[in-house]
């Protein structure tokens, strides 16, 4: 590997995180004006999408570690916009629910979230949006071959 090629690397990191900080940030604070954290969002928006999840699941498809996912499901009992459901077929798992209170809850937030969302990353083409997309998931692919180093 050349300097030149390294620096090229670390610069696209740089500006990679950067960008990801700028975005989250903002997307963080539009999260917290509805009462929720970034990671109580999460839960509710991947319960929202894609219906109810075990629990012992919710942590790999949100990034989040397994020991915070009982914290997060027990705030949002608590808040009652989600419930616990036993699995019909096996003791050992249970799901995560979205309540009604916590449908009407993203009815409101997510079409904002997502129009944010979309004028923020509007500066790129759909083209450039999509080859952004496609290199991202290579880059991202090929850094989990790291992981266990």
Same mark, same amino acid.
């Not at 928006?45 to 009982?70: C, F, M, N, R, W």
């Not at 499901?73 to 419930?83: A, G």
């Given at each position: 590997?050349?300097?030149?090629?390294?620096?090229?690397?670390?610069?696209? =990191?740089?500006?990679?995180?950067? +960008?990801?900080?700028?975005?989250?940030?903002?997307?963080?604070?539009?999260?917290?004006?509805? @009462?929720?954290?970034?990671? !109580?969002?999460?839960?509710?928006?991947?319960?929202?999408?894609? @219906?109810?999840?075990?629990?012992?699941?919710?942590?790999?498809? /949100?990034?989040?570690?397994? @020991?915070? /996912?009982?914290?997060?499901?027990?705030?949002? !009992?608590?808040?009652?916009?989600?419930?616990?459901? +036993?699995?019909?077929?096996? #003791?050992?798992?249970? =799901?995560?629910?979205?309540?009604?209170?916590?449908?009407?809850?993203?009815?409101?937030? =997510?079409? @904002?979230? +997502?129009? !944010?969302?979309? $004028?923020?990353?509007?500066?790129?083409?759909? $083209? $450039?949006?999509?080859?952004?997309?496609?290199?991202?998931?290579?880059?991202?692919?090929?850094?989990?071959?790291? #992981?266990?180093?």
């Amino acid at each position: 590997m050349t300097q030149k090629a390294s620096e090229k690397s670390l610069k696209l =990191f740089i500006v990679l995180s950067r +960008a990801y900080r700028s975005i989250n940030d903002h997307m963080n604070k539009h999260i917290h004006k509805h @009462g929720l954290n970034p990671t !109580e969002f999460a839960v509710l928006e991947l319960l929202y999408h894609k @219906g109810d999840q075990p629990l012992q699941q919710i942590g790999d498809k /949100i990034l989040l570690a397994s @020991g915070s /996912i009982t914290y997060v499901v027990d705030k949002l !009992e608590q808040k009652e916009l989600l419930t616990r459901k +036993a699995s019909p077929t096996d #003791r050992r798992v249970t =799901f995560a629910q979205i309540t009604e209170k916590g449908i009407h809850l993203l009815n409101d937030i =997510f079409p @904002g979230h +997502a129009a !944010e969302i979309h $004028e923020m990353i509007s500066v790129l083409s759909e $083209e $450039e949006k999509e080859m952004c997309t496609e290199m991202l998931k290579r880059v991202g692919l090929n850094a989990k071959h790291f #992981r266990n180093k």
